[in-house]
């Protein structure tokens, strides 16, 4: 069976799995405690990656790494939104835009009121204005 797949056949990633000492086939005896807890507690695939990333977050946090902040951003139209919100995974909090100027598609954030923020720039905003996690 080929495995590779689990690493995103990256071939870098192979070799430092094999320089510990360790196999894709060894990696999934490692994992088998985690994946069968998740199977105990009744996730699907989606809710066991979501499990991991929680505990990996627990884990940097051990060790004095600020988490990324895990942020959504949601439109409510795709061709000409007139809101906008960015989820924080990690908070569970949303922040929302609504459309300020039409013509230069800009948006003003709903907390603050700053504006001029083009769609791209909405999950930068949250991240760097309204960060609590
Ligand atoms: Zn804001």
Known sequence: ???????????????????LGCDLDALLLIAKDSLSLCDELGLNSKQSAEFLVRLKRVYDQNQGIMPEPDLILYENSKNQASRLSVENKVTGNTIFFRLENPQKETFICDVCNEGGLIKTQAKTHVSEKHNTS
Do not use: F, G, H
């Open 1 to 19: 069976m080929d495995l590779s797949y689990i690493i995103d056949q990256d071939i870098e990633k192979l070799s430092k799995l094999e320089e």
